[in-house]
C-alpha cells in the first residue's frame, strides 16, 4: 500500500515540474492549498501520533518534542547552506549561473523527496489512517518539490535535458523510498521520533517555504483560502481515520 501510494507522490512531483516548465499562473493556490495540508498533517495527525509512539523524557521534555524541534533546526540548516554556496558561487561568476550549484541543489531536493517516501511507509506501519495523512501531506508538497527541482537546475544554467534527468530522481525517489520500509520494521520508539523529526522539517518547509512562496506574488484571498481548506480537510481525513 506505501509504494501504491507513493506512486501518487511520484506523479505530483513530474505535475510540479511540468507546470515549472509550462504554467505558473495558478501556483499560488496549488502551494497554498499545499502549505495547509502540510500545516494539518505535523499539528493534527504527526505530532500527536509521535508523542504517544516514542513515550520516553529527555530532561524533562518529551523525546518527540526534542526531536520535532531538531527537524526544525536540520531543514533550516540545510536551506542555509544551499543558499549561502549559492550566494558564494553567484558572487563569483559574472552571469551568477553556476551549473554545479543547481545540481547540488537539486540532489538535495531528490535526498529529502527519498525521505518523504520512507515517511509515508514508517506511518503506514502505525496504521492505515496515519498513513493516509502522511501520504496527503507528501503528495501536496510534491508538486513544490517538482517545481522546485526543475527550477533550480534550469535557473543555474544547466540544460533542459539534466534538468529532466534531475526531476526524474526526484519523482522516482518517494516510491524507493516507500519500498525501502517493505524489508524492515522499525521498533515504536524509534518510529515515534522518526515522525517527530519529519515532522518538525515538514513544519519548515510550509512555514518558511510553501507559504511565503504562495504569498509573495498573489497574497489574495484566494491563497489564504485555499490554506485554511487544505488544514480542514486534514481535520476531516484525521476525524474519519480515528
Not at 524489508?183 to 515522525?195: A, D, M, N
Not at 506574488?217 to 476525524?239: D, N
Amino acid at each position: 500500500m506505501a509504494v501504491l501510494v507513493a506512486l501518487g507522490a511520484f506523479l505530483m512531483t513530474l505535475a510540479g515540474g511540468w507546470t515549472a516548465h509550462r504554467v505558473t499562473d495558478r501556483r499560488h493556490l496549488v502551494l497554498g492549498l499545499a502549505g495547509g495540508l502540510m500545516l494539518g498533517v505535523v499539528g493534527l495527525e504527526l505530532l500527536p501520533e509521535s508523542l504517544e509512539a516514542a513515550g520516553t523524557e529527555i530532561h524533562g521534555v518529551p523525546a518527540a518534542l526534542l526531536l520535532f524541534v531538531a527537524g526544525f533546526l536540520l531543514a533550516h540548516l540545510v536551506e542555509r547552506l544551499l543558499a549561502h554556496r549559492q550566494a558564494a558561487h553567484g558572487a563569483e561568476e559574472s552571469d551568477g549561473r553556476t551549473p554545479e550549484v543547481g545540481l547540488t541543489a537539486a540532489a538535495a531536493m531528490v535526498g529529502h523527496s527519498a525521505m518523504d517516501g520512507v515517511a509515508i511507509g514508517a506511518a503506514f506501519q502505525v496504521g492505515g489512517g496515519m498513513g493516509a495523512a502522511v501520504a496527503v501531506a507528501v503528495i501536496a508538497h510534491d508538486f513544490a518539490d517538482g517545481f522546485n527541482t526543475y527550477t533550480l537546475t534550469r535557473v543555474y544554467g544547466n540544460a533542459r535535458r539534466r534538468a529532466l534527468a534531475m526531476l526524474c530522481a526526484d519523482a522516482a525517489a518517494p516510491v524507493a523510498g516507500a519500498a525501502s520500509t517493505l524489508f524492515f520494521t522499525i521498533p515504536e520508539p524509534l518510529l515515534g521520533g522518526y515522525l517527530g523529526l519529519f515532522g518538525g522539517a515538514l513544519l519548515y518547509l510550509a512555514a518558511a517555504e510553501i507559504l511565503p512562496e504562495a504569498h509573495h506574488q498573489h497574497p489574495a484571498r484566494s491563497t489564504l483560502l485555499c490554506t485554511v481548506t487544505g488544514v480542514l480537510f486534514i481535520w476531516l481525513v484525521v476525524g474519519a481515520a480515528h
